[in-house]
């Protein structure tokens, strides 16, 4: 039985590892379930981690700043810088 459990913490690891993600073209790559993803940029080295609930979605950017974004209305707010954006526009 401890064989088995070692044997499922090193497949989950797995899982979780960037052999795993899902990259985009701009080099951003997500891996996660269940409302809940990390993610990486290959070309800067950025990370985050964020979770979802209903329509939104909060994380926290590689800079350790709180930010949420909203798909219904597009809107996208960081905490920590005040940015703010809408369907991807800078506001």
Do not use: P, Q
Request: aromatic letters at 16%; charged letters at 10%; proline letters at 0%.
């Amino acid at each position: 039985m401890k064989i088995v459990g070692i044997l499922i913490g090193a497949a989950t690891l797995l899982a979780s590892t960037s052999a795993f993600a899902k990259c985009d073209r701009y080099g951003n790559c997500y891996y996660g379930s269940g409302g809940y993803s990390s993610g990486y940029n290959s070309n800067t080295g950025s990370s985050w981690n964020s979770r979802s609930s209903g329509s939104t979605t909060y994380g926290t950017d590689s800079s350790g700043n709180s930010w949420s974004y909203n798909r219904n209305s597009g809107n996208y707010y960081n905490y920590g810088t005040g940015e703010t954006r809408h369907r991807g526009n800078r506001w």
